[in-house]
């Protein structure tokens, strides 16, 4: 009887929608992308949802939980392909013929649509979760079933899933291992939508109109049901978790070992559960649908496409004739980034709303930013590294309609790429008063001269332009220091400039992106080029740095997080003394500080981003200046812990680490050292904690 009875919902989930005539009995989903925001489950969850909330009486906790945690946990092997699902399956439904055990008929289609079958299977599995004294579902739990000829709930899926391969042979499914692992996950599902389906009950006999008998004890139901739904999803999350691996650094494993070349995966390459920080804003309105869309093709992408060719590129940045020269697998990833979507996400949706970039928030892209942040080359091949996202961020803001047509376009296309000449040799730079570099008017001309150094991406051969920093010529006693400077875009093949050499940062040239010592010497440009007007430089910078510097945060968290998981590999495959340095107490109080810390920068780095969404930069520039102190001191000591674990192979090139680490120490410089934004954020601090001492101070 029960076999037959699990054998019929096979059958109806191997009907060939298409050859009955009912390819358009409901929406179609044919990919995991698709099925996460517009699938069965994620339709019946926003359904459901909004019919628990019409009705609700009083807040039943583990329902909120369900309706926030659903969502963000469905598993990536959900709905690959849509089947005819009945909505309904149990034993109430069905008709037996009177002589045999065999299914007659199967009853209430009313809930029948296409969409995904083990959300049919595990409605009909919750009778081993449900007791027989269940007013509303009874159940077997409790019951001798073995005596009563009725299989487990193991058995029960293992003939689901033997049934579907007979009358379907060929296609693709899960086995029976692979649907029990989730199958708590669509239990949970069921429960949720039962809890609906009783607060219903219950809302319809307060204003009298239910037509059961104890309709006035569905709550009672209704708060056991979300209970239980909220066990079984917890269960599921934890049983995620365990299954979570690394591997390697080696860019030659295959991909499907998941090795530490990608991003960990708890559930699937488009899981986002194991994103650490999203939980916070997802289902809170923060979080777009489409940034959570991007968010889980970024992910996949960087790990099937990116990852795999990580070593490949970065080698040819070291060795060979044409290190110098763009990679060609790099380019060729650009394109296919480009084409999938996943491009100039970092221009902020308040700079242009959508006009220029993706229109993403600053709080989305932080999380885009530190998954791109867990490799070497993923910045560049989604068009959002530096400094061409600043320098873009500033002509989407202040470049003229011809500045923008001529330089911003070709940079958003990836076609060319830029450099920032502001740093100066011969000054200290923190303090950008002291620049010596002049720009004088000349007619309809500016000239150009002084000598800038540490240009990053001023090596790159299709580095096109540049923007100069420099201080107005002439007599400036009257005006204001951060009125006296001026911005100009230089194309770099204008005469008289002049790279003298590459600088290398503590032995690392960064080819073919390079850092350039270059002079200007006399270089004319139309006036023209001046970006929003004579000596507004410094307004221009504060503008590009609060951005730039946030992103840089970001990306580093990525870089530290990937070290973490490097050196959780390295310590469960290395031993010494007799056990793994797994098991040694140092290597555990690395890992656990690492982890604490990573996560206390993260928050801080989601919180500036988000209050530069709400407040705009100006008002979050406390928030961006504490996270630049904090972000690049976390990962160098995340790093370095991971190095040290690594022992010689920790300062080689056969790990990002060493790479990673020289970024972590630049970023105490880069944008302003640490000096700087402590003495701002600490003025900033005592201002707001004691008004009364500025208002001495002046």
Known sequence: MYFNLIDTLARIHAVDVDAVGLESFGKRVENTDQAATKGYIARQIKTWTRQYKATETENIPSMDYLIENLPRMLPTSAEPTSCLVHGDYRVDNVLYKPDSDEVAAVLDWELSTLGDGLADLAYLSLCYHLSPENGFMKGLKGLDITSLGIPSLNEAVDIYCRQLDIYTPGEPHLTANDTRQILDYYLAFSLFRCTAILQGVYKRSLMGNASAANANEALEFAKLSALMGEELLMKYSKSIEKTSVGGAFSATKPLQQASAETIPNRGGVNDLSDIRGIDLFVGTGLLSSRAVDTIRKLKSFINENVMPRE????????????????????????????????????????????????????????????????????????????????????????????????????????????????????????????????????????????????????????????????????????????????????????????????????????????????????????????????????????????????????????????????????????????????????????????????????????????????????????????????????AKAVIDRSMQAHGAMGLSQDTPLAHFWTWARILQLADGPDEVHLTALAKSEIRTQVPEYSSKRR
């Open 311 to 634: 070593n490949e590129i970065a080698m040819a940045g070291y060795e060979g004739n044409d290190r110098w020269q763009p990679s060609p697998v790099l380019e060729e990833l650009k394109l296919k980034a480009r084409g999938e979507g996943l491009w100039n996400m970092f221009l902020p949706k308040e700079t242009d709303n959508g006009k220029f970039g993706a229109g993403f928030t600053n709080l989305e892209y932080a999380i885009m930013a530190e998954l791109t942040g867990h490799s070497l080359i993923a910045p560049e091949v989604f068009n959002c590294s530096a400094p061409d996202t600043g320098n873009m961020e500033v002509l989407a803001r202040y470049g003229s309609k011809e500045q923008q047509e001529a330089f911003l376009n070709p940079l958003l296309e990836g076609k060319i790429r830029s450099c920032f000449a502001m740093t100066e040799p011969s000054v200290a730079s923190s303090d950008a008063t002291n620049m010596e570099a002049t720009v004088r008017v000349d007619g309809d001309d500016v000239v150009l001269n002084g000598t800038k150094w540490w240009i990053s991406g001023a090596m790159d051969p299709r580095c096109k332009v540049a923007i100069f920093m420099g201080r107005t010529h002439g007599d400036l006693s009257s005006v204001p220091p951060h009125k006296r400077h001026s911005m100009v875009l230089v194309p770099m093949d204008a005469p008289g400039i002049e790279i003298i050499r590459p600088m290398r940062v503590m032995g690392y040239d960064d080819a073919p992106h390079g850092h350039a010592d270059m002079k200007f010497t006399d270089v004319r440009v139309p006036k023209s080029n001046i970006i929003l007007g004579e000596g507004r430089g410094f307004e221009i910078a504060q503008g590009r740095l609060g951005p730039g510097r946030i992103h840089h945060c970001m990306r580093i968290i990525g870089a530290a997080e990937r070290a973490l998981q490097l050196m959780c590999l390295r310590a469960t495959q290395r031993v010494a003394f007799g056990k793994s340095l797994a098991e040694q107490g140092t290597i555990r109080t690395d890992i656990a500080n690492s982890r604490v810390e990573i996560d206390q920068a993260r928050l801080l780095c989601l919180n500036a981003s988000h209050r530069m969404d709400v407040y705009g930069n100006k008002i979050a520039k406390d928030d961006i200046a504490a996270i630049k102190i904090v972000a690049p001191r976390m």
